[in-house]
């Protein structure tokens, strides 16, 4: 099976579409992989860089951010390699942060129990404050 990662900045230019010679190039790039078989994989870490550049350079609201992300990601061209889409699904804009709750997730594939000093954190399932 042949696959390959995308990138933060790849994953930006798709959904931003600017550069707009970068954002075809990509898109161009990632029709091929469809069409030969490729699958593309996105992880959860280039989830949340590109959560935070959405909301933090593209001044994209954040529900909006992950109602976005979570539409690309369900793609059947992209293959999300965690919990990414899981969390995109659930999240709601409120309570504790998108990251957190990847956070959670990734923990509870290892862990019973997760410990913060976060009030909101602390509010979901197998968190507990210290």
Do not use: W
């Not at 959860?44 to 590109?50: N, P, R, S």
């Not at 609201?61 to 659930?90: C, N, Q, R």
């Not at 009030?119 to 404050?129: A, E, G, I, N």
Request: charged share 20%.
């Amino acid at each position: 099976m042949k696959a390959i990662g995308f990138d933060t900045c790849v994953v930006l230019r798709l959904l931003i579409g600017e550069p707009a010679d970068q954002a075809k190039s990509a898109l161009f790039f990632l029709e091929k992989c469809h069409a030969t078989g490729t699958t593309v994989y996105v992880s959860d870490l280039v989830v949340v860089e590109t959560y935070h550049a959405l909301c933090h350079h593209y001044n994209v609201p954040f529900y909006d951010a992950a109602k976005h992300l979570a539409d690309f990601l369900s793609s059947p061209m992209i293959t999300p390699s965690g919990h990414a889409l899981t969390v995109l699904h659930e999240y709601r804009g409120t309570g504790a942060g998108l990251v957190d709750r990847l956070i959670r997730l990734d923990f509870l594939d290892h862990a019973h129990k997760i410990m913060t000093f976060d009030k909101k954190f602390s509010k979901l399932s197998c968190v507990t404050r210290i």
